[in-house]
């Protein structure tokens, strides 16, 4: 989506939710729900916390399970194939779909498949009553040249003890302190929690429409400029010139990824939120001036054919972690962590890699 559309539907979509919050805040303001009783002694006596959905203890067991899966790639080379089907059937949503892309190209190429090592992990575990199971956690990953990188994971459960991991992120910048209860329990937030200044459902559409048109956006002055940002609208609009001059026409578009969107409560009042993005990269030839589309070289490794003679195009998987302030706060939200990369390439008309 883009342009006028796109503002449309998302300024439908704020509205409602400032609607919806109203309500619900003069309740908590006004008319409260009736509580229990008092006993005899006067005393109201709190009833004992229900079992979260996930304890830390099986979010601890799970994960140590799943993070092991990379030790034994690195180390089992003759059984890699069975290794790495073991490391797909424990991923899903965004993160499947960039490791699958990963092991297709090292494939094709030749190329080692990535292998990673990782440190002590931090829980995030929401204190959840029903719903999806899923947490998430901050955890150091090494690669194989030594290189270690704090991440964030988050994690989800299918069926009864069936954990995958759901979507990961680089962090770039330091994480804002999570808000947790006495035994050490997150928060987690509804898609629509009026606390916040940008929803969990809102986030994606709003960082695509930041990515697409920058300043000219809707969402202008609700997301800080940066690499993530603003620096694709000004790249997209450099792009397109650069390849009308090849008689190429270029056009490049983002979109709220069809995965689960996780977000928990910050200290300060405001939010965590992890979600995906689909990028979608298009290039035609518009002219004989133009005989062919050249695959982008990061490409390659997923394509059938180094060039295409009509059209070229590139499909992306970007997974984020944002931090978005409070209601009451004159703060933008930002990008803090982001991994991403090249999960499809389509050529149209699909042809055969040349002799």
Not at 60 to 81: N, T
């Amino acid at each position: 989506m883009r342009g006028h559309g796109r503002r449309g539907l998302l300024a439908l979509a704020l509205a409602v939710a400032a609607l919806a919050a109203g309500p619900a805040a003069c309740t908590a303001a006004g008319d409260a729900a009736p509580g229990p009783s008092p006993t005899a002694g006067g005393a109201t006596p709190s009833p004992a916390p229900a079992r979260p959905l996930v304890t830390m203890a099986e979010a601890g067991r799970a994960l140590k399970e799943i993070l092991s899966a990379d030790g034994v790639l690195g180390a089992a080379a003759p059984r890699l194939p069975a290794d790495q089907n073991n490391l797909l059937r424990q991923s899903r949503d965004g993160h499947l779909a960039l490791a699958q892309a990963a092991f297709e190209s090292a494939e094709n190429t030749g190329e080692a498949p990535p292998r990673h090592t990782w440190g002590e992990p931090r829980l995030l575990v929401p204190r959840l009553e029903g719903g999806a199971a899923w947490f998430a956690a901050v955890v150091d990953r090494r690669d194989a040249s030594g290189g270690t990188h704090p991440v964030i994971l988050t994690l989800s459960r299918q069926g009864e003890d069936d954990w995958q991991i759901s979507s990961l992120s680089r962090l770039e910048e330091e994480l804002p302190q999570i808000a947790l209860d006495a035994d050490g329990y997150a928060t987690a937030l509804g898609d629509d929690d009026p606390a916040v200044q940008i929803s969990p459902r809102l986030m994606a559409p709003l960082h695509a429409t930041t990515a697409e048109e920058g300043a000219a956006g809707f969402a202008a002055g609700l997301i800080a400029d940066g690499p993530h940002t603003s620096a694709h609208a000004s790249e997209i609009v450099t792009e397109r010139l650069k390849e009308k001059k090849k008689c190429v026409g270029y056009d490049s578009i983002f979109a709220a990824a069809n995965y689960p969107v996780r977000a928990l409560r910050t200290a300060d009042g405001g939010a965590l939120i992890a979600y995906s993005l689909i990028r979608t990269t298009t290039r035609v030839v518009k002219d004989r001036c133009a005989p062919f589309v050249r695959v982008p070289e990061e490409a390659l490794g997923l394509a059938s054919a180094p060039y295409a003679l009509a059209e070229l195009r590139v499909v992306e998987t970007h997974q984020y972690v944002s931090t978005v302030p409070a209601k009451d706060s004159s703060r933008t939200a930002r990008i803090v962590g982001y991994t991403g990369g090249i999960t499809r390439v389509i050529i149209t008309p699909d042809l055969e890699a040349p002799s």
